[in-house]
């Protein structure tokens, strides 16, 4: 198999991560339960992840990074523990459901909500944040990274919206983290959320959250958390406060690895080998007869993925028969993007996604390109 679908998981992953699993599955105990060397190792590999996981954001410290299943919890926990009826929330038309489905859950308790139109490339305008901002708004959340389109969002810029008129901000880096760099405090970002699964190159059911120092959110979830064991509330004190129960003690350790991966590799040679490949992929097919490609591709800086429609197929007989013909796995449907593909006006075909990871090849790509080519003319 030819696997294109990392944007919604990178399956191939370094031989570090897959044997920092297997050696974690036979020595690991449970981190904060114990005084054994098991319980201790735990605590020491899952504090090291912080830590890489702080350096990579630059965090204030490793304290601001809480784990969590995926990105999906990460939101739910950001985007309700900031909102109550009355307040207002921007965000934008390039957003996940997992961002979508908590706001729309508010708006019915009261939160007043406000979506920024994307174009027909899937680009919002700054200008359009700025001028929905009321006296009420108290969040703005929105993605790094379409998971559809590959465009970028420039939160650096929002940020500086969100910090100078007072507003929480938000951020989905989903499609970024471990691809392109993040800087919280530069860019003014008060709460990070990611996932460990896709170009963190770790396990699934990984991810985390990053809050900035000085803000409290309230948790999702309360129990165990190994300390604090007579109070009847759940602890307050990041990242504990958002830490309730076992933590992935053997997915940390496998994402752990996959940061020290990134590292020893570079990011940057990683995002270019990976752009390299989506460029390759995107000018083979970008003029082939019956290829509609959405996204703006005016811009080098972007994810490496790639949605395309041929003709009037159903996104989803086209991605069968990539797969069953040509053996390349791709994701067609509505990628959990139900905003984006009514901008590109998509929502009834849907699109085929081609994500690329740097562990794809130059003649894997090539493939991909003649199997287009042969579907068009079919």
């Not at 991560?17 to 105990?29: C, F, K, P, R, W």
């Not at 490793?62 to 929330?89: C, Y």
């Not at 500086?160 to 901000?169: L, S, Y």
């Amino acid at each position: 198999m030819i696997y294109m679908d990392n944007a919604a998981t990178t399956m191939q992953k370094p031989k570090e991560v897959i044997n920092a699993v297997v050696e974690a599955m036979t020595s690991l105990g449970n981190a904060g339960r114990g005084a054994g060397e098991a319980a201790l190792g735990a605590a020491r590999i899952i504090y090291e992840t912080r830590e890489r996981l702080a350096e990579l954001f630059h965090a204030e410290g490793p304290k601001q990074i809480a784990f969590t299943p995926n990105s999906t919890e990460s939101l739910n926990i950001a985007i309700k523990g900031s909102l109550n009826p009355g307040d207002h929330v921007i965000t934008t038309m390039l957003e996940h459901n997992s961002v979508l489905r908590p706001i729309y859950a508010l708006k019915e308790q009261g939160v007043e909500v406000t979506i920024i139109r994307a174009d027909k490339k899937g680009n919002i305008r700054l200008e359009d944040v700025e001028e929905e901002i009321r006296a009420n708004t108290k969040v703005i959340v929105c993605t790094h990274g379409s998971n559809l389109t590959g465009n970028l969002v420039p939160v650096e810029k929002i940020g500086e919206t969100a910090k100078r008129h007072g507003i929480r901000f938000i951020v989905d880096a989903s499609q970024t983290a471990g691809v392109y760099p993040i800087d919280v405090q530069a860019a003014h970002i008060d709460i990070l959320c990611f996932t460990g699964h896709k170009s963190l190159l770790g396990p699934q059911g990984t991810g985390g959250i990053y809050v900035r120092e000085g803000i409290i959110l309230p948790p999702l979830k309360s129990g165990g958390s190994g300390v604090d064991t007579y109070n009847p509330n759940h602890p307050s004190q990041m990242p504990t406060a958002l830490e309730a129960g076992t933590l992935n003690g053997h997915g940390i350790a496998g994402l752990n690895a996959a940061l020290a991966y990134i590292k020893k590799t570079g990011m940057e040679n990683i995002r270019e080998r990976e752009l390299h490949l989506m460029w390759k992929f995107y000018n083979g097919v970008k003029e082939i007869p019956g290829v509609k490609i959405y996204g703006d591709f005016d811009t080098k800086k972007r994810c490496p993925i790639v949605a395309l429609n041929i003709r009037d197929y159903d996104s989803s007989e086209v991605s069968d028969e990539l797969l069953v013909t040509y053996g390349i796995s791709t994701r067609p449907g509505a990628h959990c993007a139900p905003l984006m593909h009514r901008a590109l006006g998509t929502v009834e075909q849907g699109a085929v996604r081609f994500s690329f990871s740097h562990f794809n090849t130059e003649e894997e790509v090539g493939t991909a390109v003649k199997a287009i080519e042969e579907l068009a003319v079919e």
